[in-house]
């Protein structure tokens, strides 16, 4: 019997373009052609105004870890302990992620480091946006 | 809403709590259900507004034999008792209807007949959270913790003192899950679920229910329980996704219920006798109590830490033991409820003398919503 797995993202049509761009090797993000507020998750209209005309653009992947835990309970597809991250992102959206790379610690992983995504593809379909600690 | 309109004529939970294996979820919906009516010394026949979280109105409601003129199914986590009180209690004034049932009944621990709650993977959860891991609410609630402890420079000794002082008060309560007393270097020694929160610090997983009855408070008086007043309620929602606050400094959720309940009560921080804040992970109180603009944030490990909410202190906090020693079957709520009720009749294990005026506090979900309910004896 196969292994429990980590769990899959599903595409909606309002979120196909970021999962596309995951695969490209792109972190697309939202932002309103009104109000100019970036956002995330998303979303085929403006969270903070309402306005319908928004622009999908690349994101620099770069950001800093806002917060984070060290799960070290059992998880489909995960071997604990791991982080759960959130980092927030240069153009301002935060987003879930593990951070990855480096030792799942407290003393390695240290709020408002600087972070840099790193696209994983976890099998022949999916590709998720995790993030790294940036160099230097 | 108008002060004092409305009042808690029956409260009861389960009769059992904690690990309850040979009864399932619904029945022990009927179960607090039973015990609340022969609280208020009402019938089921008595009941015309139906209030529940999880399972359906109808579900319960026929299980139980009652037809409602209104029913209420918000569902928003642990928080939604006390949103169905404030709901209930406008239904009341307006006439929707007279007598109204809420009930909660979770098999938490036992599982049995429990209602399913998953997350699919075209969810903007089951996409944007559900990949990197996040399983039980232990690996999604504290995430916000580190943010918070750096911005207020909180510790990680006054962490773990919040899980010290509750189980002070759970150690005065017969019914408390657990009632052996820990310190601050027990808790910092305790197994790591989810770094920066051990297990001490973490809610318990347990069977168990609760229901309370609402009726207007004219009829209130002719009850032979003491009537508790509803002074003053608020509820909000923010977002299902915790990554997705606007801050880890606060709870916007918290933010709106608690003051509106405060305004809508006409009433101060210190006119406050008692508090419940809902208390799933040892973060809880921290936040409600700065949110709910008790005091700065940047106090409010200190505040605990310096035994001001332990007993005797000059803010009794979570008396029951809270989530963290009293019992938690998933959505805790319910029980914050009925401790404020006991505190407000004058019953509970740990009743604070003279008690006038008692504040609880909810969230549902990974502070995804938030519900304030204050209760008065006094009207």
Redesign the interface.
């Known amino acids: 019997m196969a292994e429990p797995q980590r769990a899959r993202p599903k595409a909606t049509p309002e979120t196909r373009h970021f999962w596309d761009g995951v695969d490209a090797g792109e972190l697309r993000l939202q932002r309103c052609n009104k109000c100019a507020k970036a956002y995330f998750p998303p979303r085929p209209f403006c969270p903070g105004c309402g306005h319908r005309e928004v622009t999908v653009f690349k994101a620099s992947g770069r950001g800093f870890l806002y917060s984070y835990i060290i799960h070290h309970r059992p998880a489909p597809g995960f071997t604990p302990p791991y982080s759960i991250a959130v980092v927030e992102l240069e153009e301002g959206p935060r987003m879930m992620t593990n951070v990855v790379d480096c030792p799942q610690t407290p003393e390695a992983l240290q709020l408002d480091m600087k972070v840099q995504v790193k696209f994983e593809k976890i099998d022949d379909k999916t590709t998720l946006p995790l993030f790294v600690l940036a160099k230097g | 809403m108008r002060r004092n309109q409305v009042a808690v004529v029956g409260a009861a939970e389960t009769t059992k709590l904690g690990v309850v294996p040979d009864m399932s979820q619904m029945q022990l919906h009927a179960d607090a259900a039973l015990n609340a009516l022969g609280d208020a010394g009402l019938t089921i026949k008595d009941i015309d507004g139906f209030a529940t979280a999880v399972e359906q109105p109808q579900q319960v409601c026929h299980y139980l034999g009652i037809t409602p003129t209104w029913v209420d199914n918000t569902s928003v986590g642990g928080c939604s008792f006390m949103i169905h009180v404030r709901h209930a209690a406008a239904a009341i004034e307006v006439g929707l209807c007279s007598t109204v049932l809420i009930t909660h009944a979770e098999s938490g621990k036992s599982n049995i007949g429990r209602t399913p709650r998953g997350i ?3 969810s ?1 959860n ?11 609410p ?3 609630f ?6 918070y402890m ?1 911005t207020y420079g909180i510790t990680h000794e006054q962490l773990a003192s919040v899980a010290v002082v509750q189980r002070e008060w759970a150690g005065k309560n017969p019914r408390a899950t657990m009632k052996d007393p820990i310190t601050v270097a027990d808790v910092l020694n305790s ?7 051990r297990i001490l610090q973490c809610c318990l997983v347990t069977d168990g229910g609760g229901a309370l009855i609402l009726t207007s408070a004219d009829r209130a008086k002719d009850f032979r329980t003491r009537p508790v007043y509803i002074l003053g309620t608020g509820e909000s929602v923010e977002t299902p ?4 606050m606007e801050t ?1 400094n606060s709870s916007r959720a918290f933010k709106v219920a608690g003051p509106l309940a405060f305004r809508e009560a006409g009433i101060s921080h210190k006119d406050v006798d008692h508090l419940m804040i809902y208390d799933a992970f040892a973060h809880l109180p921290l936040y409600g109590l700065g949110d709910l603009g008790f005091m700065p944030h940047e106090e409010t490990g200190k505040f605990i830490a310096d035994g001001n909410t332990r007993p005797g202190g000059k803010l009794p906090l979570n008396t029951n033991g809270g989530g963290l020693s009293y019992m938690h079957s998933g959505m805790y709520g319910m029980y914050a409820l009925q401790e404020s009720v006991r505190q407000m009749r004058g019953t509970a294990p740990a009743q604070i003398s003279n008690a006038k005026i008692s504040v609880c506090h909810g969230v549902g979900g990974m502070f995804a919503a938030s519900g304030t309910i204050i209760f008065t004896n006094q009207r």
């Open positions: 699919a993977p075209d903007l089951g996409q944007f959270e559900l990949p990197y891991g996040v399983t039980t232990a690996s999604m504290p995430i916000p913790v580190l943010r750096k197994r790591m679920i989810a770094y920066p929160l996704m915790v990554s997705q880890f």
